[in-house]
């Protein structure tokens, strides 16, 4: 563990990823904030978040096939640094005296957007590569709290400064955040193709799916395994009805809220991979997954804000504990050379259920309806644990169809 804590790669990438996290994220809540605030506001910043839903949807199988075929740090300093042009464009303009109108700001929120859908997958691939099996947990468990860490000293600063200070000069923060993590991650000594296909030339589009089929148990218990991030995501719609409308409370329950389960995802970052070097990664995420499946279960039913905030603390191990020891059973048991279109497959299907649920959920908004929700929610994610449990319990056993090895062979 303290190998990897001195290991400069982890440094740079730890600090690049914060710089960017923090600089993105106050950016990517100012933008949707300011949208939504503006004339039909609701609508715009609605049908923007559809179009780029549709359009992360679209990228997503491709950014995979990317990811496995060029240096993963080239696609890495290519995110950073079409971020810094972008940002830096609109900040000088903003100088200049550009008034930023509804389609600036869409063009801003949709270049943000695709960063993240190009940037975790790379990253997540990166990381796979470059560091010994031996630190997958401790790794995804450290990059979970960083994480967390950067997602709430941005809402803390964007809180405090959105009203007070002027996109163009948000935006030139934004913009020196990538530049400096484009200088780290340029600084982290690298070699690709290694133990990769990667120089073969024309690779299969569909490499993660074909090693997939021949892993069906290990798609099965991946697949069920993503219910919980579907889960954040939906509930992320969900709760602010619920406490308006169940609890009867304010806005200061959903930021305590929000506070808490930041508290709670941290939590899970230091002891998943604790528990997961005791049990096996496979046994904690059904521990996990069986937390969070709980923990929606019953909130349907409380009517007391402390219960509730009390079982965010839940939600958030859950969540966040399910998502260390994932990708941890991910970089293990997947070939690096598969590791961008196998990730961008589930990626996919994800995008694809949360607005299946997101449209389904829209129409069941407010009370009583809002009740309906969080049964339909439940009921996947009891599901779900139980196809965890099953395939699971398989994995464990040794079935879980074709080995890393004969699927170099087959699905380069």
Not at 37 to 54: D, H, L, P, Q
Not at 233 to 261: K, W
Request: glycine share 10%; with cysteine; net charge positive.
């Amino acid at each position: 563990m303290n190998r990897l804590y001195r290991d400069r790669r982890f440094c740079f990438i730890v600090a690049a990823n914060i710089l960017s996290s923090i600089g993105s994220g106050i950016t990517m809540i100012a933008i949707p904030w300011l949208l939504a605030s503006g004339e039909n506001g609701g609508k715009v910043f609605g049908y923007a978040a559809i179009a780029m839903t549709i359009i992360n949807f679209a990228v997503t199988p491709f950014f995979g096939q990317l990811i496995d075929r060029f240096s993963r740090k080239r696609i890495l300093l290519f995110g950073e640094g079409a971020g810094f042009i972008i940002i830096a464009a609109f900040s000088a303009a903003g100088y200049f005296g550009l008034d930023y109108e509804t389609v600036h700001l869409i063009i801003l929120y949709g270049a943000g957007s695709l960063y993240y859908t190009l940037f975790y997958p790379a990253i997540f691939a990166f990381n796979q590569e470059i560091f010994d099996p031996s630190h997958y947990r401790r790794l995804n468990g450290a990059m979970e709290i960083q994480g967390q860490l950067s997602s709430v000293a941005a809402g803390a600063l964007a809180a405090a400064i959105i009203s007070s200070v002027p996109l163009e000069r948000l935006l030139l923060i934004d913009a020196l955040t990538y530049l400096g993590a484009f200088g780290l991650f340029w600084l982290i000594p690298y070699t690709s193709g290694e133990n990769s296909v990667k120089q073969q030339g024309k690779i299969k589009a569909v490499g993660g799916l074909l090693f997939l089929k021949e892993s069906p148990v290990l798609f099965v218990f991946l697949f069920a395994s993503m219910m919980p991030f579907i889960g954040v995501m939906v509930t992320n719609y969900l709760f602010p009805v619920y406490i308006a409308d169940i609890l009867q409370a304010d806005a200061s329950v959903y930021g305590t809220q929000s506070m808490i389960y930041g508290i709670g995802a941290a939590f899970a970052g230091l002891a998943v991979p604790a528990i997961a070097s005791r049990w096996g990664n496979e046994k904690s995420m059904i521990l996990t997954i069986g937390a969070y499946t709980a923990a929606i279960s019953v909130i349907v039913f409380i009517k007391d804000v402390p219960v509730f905030l009390s079982l965010a603390i839940v939600l958030a191990f859950g969540n966040a504990g399910t998502r260390v020891a994932r990708n941890a059973l991910m970089m293990e048991r997947v070939p690096n050379h598969l590791i961008g279109r196998t990730d961008s497959l589930f990626r996919s299907m994800g995008l694809l259920i949360r607005t299946v649920l997101l449209v389904v959920f829209t129409g069941l908004s407010g009370a009583p309806s809002i009740a309906f929700s969080f049964y339909i929610l439940s009921f996947l994610l009891i599901f779900s644990f139980a196809a965890a449990v099953i395939a699971g319990k398989l994995l464990q056993e040794g079935q879980p169809g074709k080995t890393i090895g004969e699927a170099k062979e087959n699905t380069a």
